[in-house]
């Protein structure tokens, strides 16, 4: 099965589409992040939702890597002093995020994290509700794919859970490359760099189709040859990023991930998402590929998209990419003494992770505790 429920609308200065996409809403609650409204892309949004007839609220600067708590503390405002008929979500994969939360519990406010998250593959969350609030989301950066997916990755303490529902997929997704053209350097190669890791992984997992496939490979070819130098801030390169990390995106809503995204949820607390993502995904494509046939057979068909021939290949060609983009080492991104005193808790919780279920090999905890041991010594 192949299913996608975002309406996507993409090209140069598509946020316009903004004034008809809202036309028969009352209240409309824009969500942004710092950087949108220092861009002005904030204003411009809220013209377009003016234009149409519209009240329009906006609550800006909301936080990278967003946790339980920001919900929580934004929560009150939508159901108390907004009341909004429909919600955008206006800046990257952590805003989305956030918003998607914020849907779920403006729509069925009794709802706790704890019952609706994925927590423990071994025990199943409580279904979510029917949810009425529609989303529009409009991503800055080219990279989470939350913008299609049915997923809002939240932190809880230091390590990151799901809320997985197909209500909370965007109705209508906004891709103007405008948007990501602003993006640091850094914040263009870590978000890059989780399109990568999700059209591989993707490509890889047990429910991989041919339809999924056509999203991850594109999008794999598409961060081989431009990610350099959308890095560089290529404005061309930047746009063909931009809809790569949706076509990644609705691969992955599809065929789901695998064991790195278990892992950098786990390591949540050392650094953003898609730098962790990177660093990980050569140690957990070794891992496969000398376990699974399968995986090797994938990795292979990879490779000779990209031009090579075997895992080995593309696992090289993954490590080049890194250090061309000044990936640092794990061990520079955290002290030895904190990871060490760290890594059994997080190899358990990796192993109990939903995603492990769609990795090509099924691992034991210890063997994901060897994975992280390997990554930090960059063995
Ligand atoms: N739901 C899913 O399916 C899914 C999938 C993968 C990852 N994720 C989650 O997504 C999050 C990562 O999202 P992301 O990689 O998109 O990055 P992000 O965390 O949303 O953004 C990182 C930083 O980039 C800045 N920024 C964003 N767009 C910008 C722009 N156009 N110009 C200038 N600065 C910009 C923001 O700064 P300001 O704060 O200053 O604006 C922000 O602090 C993680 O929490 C991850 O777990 C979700
Ligand atoms: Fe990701």
């Known amino acids: ?79 108390e002093e907004f009341q909004p008929d429909l919600l955008i979500a206006l800046g990257g994969g952590s805003v989305i995020d956030t918003t998607k939360a914020l849907k779920v519990f403006y729509d069925v406010p009794e709802l706790r994290f704890e ?13 979510v509700p029917r949810l009425k609030t529609p989303l529009i989301a409009i991503p800055s950066t080219s990279g989470a794919g939350s913008e299609v997916s049915a997923a809002s990755v939240l ?80 404005e061309d390169a930047r746009a063909k ?43 957990v494509m070794k891992f496969n590929a000398e376990r699974s046939e399968y995986a090797r057979r994938r990795y292979g068909e990879i490779a000779r998209e990209l031009g090579f021939q075997t895992t080995k290949d593309l696992i090289e060609v993954v490590k080049e990419l890194n250090e061309m983009l000044g990936v640092p080492q794990l061990s ?7 990871f060490v005193s760290r890594v059994e808790e997080m190899a358990e919780k990796a192993y109990r992770d939903g995603l492990v279920a769609f990795n090509p090999v099924e691992p034991k905890p210890e063997e994901i505790r060897e994975l992280y041991l390997k990554a930090f010594y960059g063995e």
């Open 115 to 127: 019952e609706i998250a994925f927590i423990d593959r071994f025990s199943k969350p409580k279904p």
């Open 241 to 283: 990023m931009h809809y790569a990390a949706t076509m990644a995106g609705i691969a992955f809503l599809n065929a789901r991930l695998g064991l790195a995204h278990a892992m950098s949820h786990k390591a949540a607390w050392i650094g953003p998402h898609g730098l962790l993502n990177a660093i990980l995904i050569p140690y």
């Open 155 to 234: 932190k809880k303490g230091e390590v990151k859970y799901n809320i997985v529902t197909p209500d909370i997929a965007p109705d209508v997704a906004i891709l103007d490359p405008r948007l990501p053209r602003t993006m640091p350097a850094e914040v263009a190669r870590n978000s890059g760099l989780d399109v990568l890791v999700h059209g591989i992984e993707a490509y890889t997992t047990k429910v991989a189709s041919p339809f999924s496939d056509a999203m991850a490979l594109q999008a794999i070819k598409t961060v081989y040859k431009w990610l350099p130098l959308s890095v560089r801030g290529d």
């Open 332 to 338: 520079e991104l955290v002290d030895e003494e904190t």
């Open 1 to 79: 099965m192949f299913w996608l429920k975002t309406k996507i609308i993409e090209g140069e200065g598509s946020l316009r589409a903004l004034s008809k996409e809202v036309k028969g809403y009352e209240r409309v609650l824009i969500l942004a992040s710092k950087s949108m409204k220092r861009h002005g892309f904030l204003s411009e949004a809220e013209d377009y939702v003016r234009e149409a007839g519209a009240e329009v609220f906006s609550i800006a600067g909301l936080p990278a890597e967003p946790s339980v708590e920001t919900v929580e503390e934004l929560l009150p405002k939508l159901g």
